[in-house]
């Protein structure tokens, strides 16, 4: 395995979205056992899975050229898909009487 290859696996796995379905959860567990994860989980469907969509629909409509939204005049787009799916995810959180700690997760 080349240095560049090894570097970009370690990337993608302390990416903070792959290592929020693990932190997630285990907040979740801590917070309010099995209830607890599915809370956790609609928080992470909500924040990670929304802006995910936004960029795979994106890729198959062309209104994107790749995963990391390489040209500039992406992104104003994407921040804000990902700044509404966060308030979302409050709103939702909150409302609904999610753990707390759960959703002070979802809000750092």
Known sequence: ?????????????FDSSVLSLIVFPAIGWQA??????AWAMLALRTLSGLPL??????LRRGWVSDWELSHREERPRFILVSFSSDLLALLLLGLA?????VWLLALI
């Open 32 to 37: 309010a056992g099995w209830p607890g994860i």
């Open 1 to 13: 395995m080349t240095w560049a290859r090894l570097a970009r696996w370690i990337s993608i796995l």
């Open 53 to 58: 969509a936004y960029v795979w629909l994106g």
């Open 97 to 101: 009487g999610a753990p707390r700690a």
